[in-house]
């Protein structure tokens, strides 16, 4: 049984490919009713257009499921909005997919953008904030930006699917991450079954 949340998870969606975890992370929320307060970079936009179909917010609430009673969405620009305060309460954040550039600038907490300026906040309260790069190969530059962002309390889960559940379908590769993701903002979610061993 879910257990009611009544806490903001900020979720970010950044310009690095992986639309489809996003959407589904975001379907999954509201059909759960998580208070969700989306941020989505201008390639963010760019993303789930090119990789989903999604060209904007009315676009982005039909593939999720149409119901946003508990999801509210921020403009980027906007750095003086709630999820830029320490002040107000959250569950933590998540960015997925989180582009390089913006890993590099949660790295160094350059806080330009709403997005960058809530990740900054979120380490500053030592909450929960999750990480979900999904670029390959890795240079030097990307580990060492990722490698501060863990320094400074990050979680990097990298968009890496396991196949021991025998997958058949793209979909269940997705899920596989995103339950990962929810197990670490700690929701009671179930999507897929936990490896038996």
């Not at 009713?33 to 963010?44: E, K, M, Y």
């Not at 959250?90 to 960015?95: K, S």
């Not at 320094?151 to 379908?169: C, D, H, V």
Request: charged residues 20%.
């Amino acid at each position: 049984m879910f257990r009611a949340v009544t806490t903001p998870l900020v979720l970010a969606i950044t310009g690095a490919s992986g639309a489809p975890y996003a959407v589904r992370l975001l379907d999954v929320l509201a059909k759960h009713h998580v208070p969700t307060w989306l941020l989505v970079s201008t390639h963010g936009w760019r993303l789930l257009a090119e990789e989903s179909g999604i060209k904007d917010e009315a676009g982005l609430k039909k593939a999720t499921g149409g119901d946003w009673g508990c999801v509210r969405l921020f403009n980027d620009a906007d750095r003086g909005a709630e999820p830029a305060s320490g002040s107000v309460q959250t569950l933590g954040m998540v960015v997925c997919p989180c582009s390089m550039g913006t890993m590099a600038a949660i790295a160094q907490g350059t806080s330009r953008s709403l997005i960058e300026r809530a990740a900054d906040v979120t380490l500053k309260e030592r909450r929960k904030l999750v990480l979900v790069p999904r670029e390959t190969p890795l240079s030097l530059v990307h580990l060492r930006n990722m490698t501060l962002a863990a320094e400074a309390g990050a979680t990097i889960l990298p968009a890496a699917p396991g196949f021991y559940q025998r997958p058949n379908e793209i979909g269940q590769l997705v899920d596989f991450i995103v339950q990962r993701i929810v197990d670490h903002v700690r929701l009671d979610i179930k999507l897929i079954e936990p490896w038996q061993g």
